[in-house]
């Protein structure tokens, strides 16, 4: 009797050790399934209390800062561009006005210049119409001069022929000649 | 028992004990106490370990917020978004109200699978009590949303529109079954992939007694413990996307 309780014991010992499954030991399965569902629920609680929704709020929070970051770099560049557009601006302009200037000042060059060699000309012209003048003048007196020198000196040799004279005739003859000559 | 271990040992000194590392034991006091429901075991070690792992990947992993994560922050975002665009993808956008279910599923399978990787340890999901529970949680939880959710077009989900109407009752049937079927395969997939893995871990641990096999025996552990590996992840991924799939029959039982 007390070795078949001992055998008995022993089997009952081995019995989960024994050849069978200890998963298909039915005596365990309370035990597993109350410690099973203790877990999932603490894990449940858990996720469902701090883990899941600090873990979205985190990703959430981030895809937030790469948008608003991605915008604020799109703006910053719209930004730049338009500041570059400007500055493009402000350079055709500059240099139109400076184009224009340029011709202006050329333009007012021009018509100064234009206007001192009117001037200039103006003034060559008097200048040459009376050094002309007293060209003319001077030819006329030496023209005149040598008709005078012309008829003292054809009276001085008619008279040193020893004839008077006629005064008319004499300058007529020398008129006649220095026409012939002029 | 006894007599077999002896000849076994006679014969060539090899023992193999490849299912003594699922047993379930009493963590304080002796071998051998009974276990009553409540007894603190190996398995509510085990399951604990991975209740405390998820709370230290996912809540002091992220405690510091940073929109710059650190590397555990990185990891529990990583997991968060694998899951989470598994669920939205499969479900569409309201299967997401249970999305923190589906993550507390994956996360305890995860975790328990990769823990019972580390030596001496004790893996609950390989226990068909535990998967079967997990499993039939789900199923129970499906079905019942199903008919919350659609009332008797739940029914739906049997009877194939697109088929000739002749087959259609035999179609059913058919279906019916294998909706029934879904939580025993369910849960033995997951349990038998981990039985498998470890006791044949287990058994050319036995060979290595033998000098001449021993070489032999730690390159088939190696390989093996790699294919465990990925077997753990790859059934905690099974496990939730199969989930997913029959919560997205609950929630649109038209196919």
């Known amino acids: 009797m007390a070795t078949e309780t001992i055998a008995a014991g022993e089997l009952a010992d081995h019995g989960a050790a024994g050849p069978g499954m200890p998963q298909l030991d039915v005596s365990s399965f309370p035990n597993q399934i109350f410690w099973l569902l203790v877990t999932l629920v603490v894990i449940y609680f858990v996720l469902s209390r701090f883990a899941l929704p600090r873990i979205g709020a985190v990703l959430a929070e981030r895809a937030g800062t790469i948008t608003n970051d991605i915008a604020a770099a799109e703006e910053l560049r719209h930004r730049a561009r338009e500041a570059e557009a400007a500055y493009d601006k402000a350079l055709a302009d500059a240099r139109a006005e400076a184009n224009k200037i340029v011709a202006d000042t050329k333009a007012q060059i021009q018509a100064d210049l234009d206007a001192e060699m009117e001037k200039a000309d103006a003034q060559i012209a008097e200048k040459t119409a009376e050094s002309q003048k007293a060209i003319d003048e001077i030819r006329e007196g030496a023209a005149r001069n040598v008709s005078e020198v012309a008829r003292d000196v054809a009276r001085e040799i008619v008279a040193a022929f020893g004839t008077e004279a006629d005064a008319k005739t004499v300058d007529s003859a020398v008129d006649a000649k220095l026409g012939e000559r002029a | ?255």
């Not at chain 2, 699922?22 to 106490?33: Q, R, V, Y």
């Not at chain 2, 390989?126 to 789900?138: D, K, N, W, Y």
């Not at chain 2, 697109?162 to 087959?167: G, K, R, T, V, Y």
């Open chain 2, 1 to 255: 028992m006894a007599t077999e271990t002896v000849a076994a040992e006679g014969e060539g000194g090899l023992e193999f004990h490849p299912f003594d590392q699922f047993e379930i034991k009493p963590l304080f006091g002796e071998i051998g106490d009974p276990v009553s429901w409540y007894t603190i075991t190996n398995a509510t070690f085990w399951m604990a370990l991975a209740a405390v792992c998820v709370v230290l990947l996912l809540v002091v992993g992220t405690r510091g917020r940073a929109v710059i994560p650190s590397r555990v922050q990185s990891a529990a975002e990583l997991v968060y978004g694998f899951v989470y665009k598994m669920v939205e993808d499969v479900t569409g956008k309201e299967g997401l109200k249970y999305f923190p279910w589906i993550m507390t599923l994956f996360l305890f399978i995860l975790f328990s699978n990769y823990l019972g990787l580390l030596p001496l340890a004790f893996t609950p999901t390989s226990h068909i009590a535990v998967t079967a529970v997990l499993a039939l949680g789900v199923f129970i939880g499906v079905t019942v949303l199903g008919f919350v959710k659609n009332g008797m077009a739940f029914l739906g989900l049997f009877w194939m529109k697109e088929a000739p109407l002749f087959l259609r009752p035999i179609i059913a049937i058919i279906e019916v079954i294998s909706y029934f079927v879904r939580p025993v395969s369910h849960s033995i997939r997951l349990a038998g992939n981990l039985v498998a893995g470890h006791a044949m871990i287990k058994v050319f641990a036995g060979f290595a007694a033998v000098a001449a096999l021993s070489p032999l025996s730690v390159v088939a552990i190696t390989a093996i413990y790699g294919l465990e590996v990925l077997v753990a992840g790859i059934q905690a991924y099974v496990f939730t996307i199969l989930t997913c799939i029959y919560l997205k029959d609950a929630l649109h039982p038209s196919h």
